[in-house]
């Protein structure tokens, strides 16, 4: 009986699963992750200088992970099935992250509450703004993206955020929108949205906790910076 033919590239492969098996991503550079991703949809194609290649057309793992489908395809040997496996890999990756959250204490638990947001908009070419809806225990109730702006600068009408926040029948929010730019400083325009956040908020019975601005490996915070005070147990905010 005629032997199946081994694919040269198949105890490289293998040799990759088996590493990620027995430590995780540990000691992998952002090249084998992709390659590794980019098995997953092609089962006899030896993968690695595509994934070479769209790191450097995309120049990290997080644009390799934020680019569209047809960007991805545009990659010499990237097709349909590869771009649909990393886009569905990212997909699954921000729900996790989401529903982590869910029926949590968003105070306590700022780590889960951070990685979330970095992982989900920070590499976003254009303005994402977020919001966070807690319960009057300050646990997530959900997140939504409230909108999708420019390269310089999303729309956002506190009318239409108060207006999620009762549908969702939320007590408390966090604001969270990144910076295309990798500059995390606030804009005037983003000190003076957040202050008529906090003040329709406030007239609503809706407290503000914090408003996060994401940046390249950085974030403001401004509950950390003083802009948000927070009074007493409950959180009788007010920005300055």
């Given at each position: ?34 390659e ?36 991805l ?5 990237i ?80 009318r ?37 956040l ?43």
């Amino acid at each position: 009986m005629e032997k199946k033919k081994r694919h040269k590239g198949d105890g490289h492969r293998q040799r990759l699963r088996e590493r990620f098996l027995n430590a995780g991503l540990d000691g992998f550079q952002d090249y084998e992750v992709i390659e590794l991703l980019l098995t997953l949809g092609t089962p006899r194609k030896d993968c690695k200088v595509m994934a070479k290649a769209a790191l450097h057309r995309f120049k990290t793992l997080q644009g390799v992970m934020e680019a569209s489908s047809h960007e991805l395809c545009q990659v010499d040997g990237i097709g349909p099935n590869n771009s649909f496996g990393l886009k569905l890999i990212k997909a699954v990756s921000d729900r996790y992250l989401e529903k982590k959250l869910i029926n949590k204490s968003a105070l306590n638990n700022s780590k889960e509450l951070f990685d979330y947001l970095y992982h989900s908009i920070r590499d976003k070419t254009r303005e994402h703004f977020k919001i966070i809806f807690l319960d009057s225990k300050n646990r997530v109730i959900s997140t939504e993206t409230h909108s999708k702006g420019t390269l310089t600068a999303s729309s956002v009408y506190p009318r239409e955020v108060v207006d999620s926040a009762l549908r969702h029948k939320a007590a408390a929010l966090i604001f969270a929108h990144n910076h295309p730019s990798g500059d995390p400083k606030p804009s005037p325009e983003d000190i003076a949205i957040t202050r008529q956040l906090v003040f329709s908020g406030k007239v609503m019975g809706i407290t503000v906790h914090e408003h996060i601005i994401i940046g390249d490996n950085c974030y403001y915070s401004f509950a950390d910076q003083g802009h948000i005070v927070r009074m007493g147990r409950e959180f009788d905010t007010q920005i300055i």
